[in-house]
């Protein structure tokens, strides 16, 4: 059986993996707009991906799979993208740019311990994959682009098409 904590620490990422689901799904429940939704979509499957493939590490490792439930932080996770998501597509993906921030976090200080070549290559792919996740949720708070393009007036300020 591996080290105790090498198994902890995996559990820790599949845990926020399986939190950051049923986040998505909250916030997807909740955001009607196709772009968004597909992104969101593609995110959530990626998260999903991230548990089973750590859970197969986990088992092998001896430890205990991951379910696919929240934790307390997990509750927490889906509560605030479910009001986020309630006051509009921006707040819910303010959100979910929070989650989103405090996974790329976890992933970061993953990457800080020795980890065998194959398990190190995975959490850098998973790694990959949040970055890849806040820069689009980031730019698509900043960017809005679920709304309809905006016409630059004469003054040169933005105005409706």
């Given amino acids: 059986m591996a ?3 090498e198994v902890a620490r995996l559990r820790g990422l599949a845990q926020l993996d399986a939190d950051a689901v049923g986040a998505y799904d909250t916030a997807l429940a909740r955001i009607p707009e196709p772009l968004v939704r597909e992104r969101l979509n593609a995110f959530r499957a990626d998260h999903l991906r ?3 493939l750590l859970n197969t590490f986990i ?3 001896g430890g205990e799979p991951v379910a696919l439930r929240p934790d307390l932080r997990g509750a927490a996770m889906k509560g605030l993208a479910a009001m986020s998501s309630m006051m509009g597509t921006e707040a819910a993906l303010v959100a979910m740019l929070g989650n989103e921030e405090f996974t790329n976090r976890a992933y970061d200080l993953a990457l800080r311990f020795e980890w065998g ?3 190190r290559t995975l959490i850098e792919r998973h ?3 949040e970055r890849r996740h806040v820069l689009w949720v980031r730019e698509a708070v900043r960017t809005r682009p679920w709304e309809p393009a905006r016409a ?3 003054d040169g300020s933005e105005a409706p098409t």
């Fill in 50 to 52: 991230h548990v089973q």
């Fill in 127 to 129: 790694r990959e994959d």
């Fill in 117 to 119: 070549a194959e398990l």
């Fill in 59 to 61: 088992h092998e490792l």
């Fill in 152 to 154: 630059p007036a004469r």
């Fill in 3 to 5: 080290e105790k904590s």
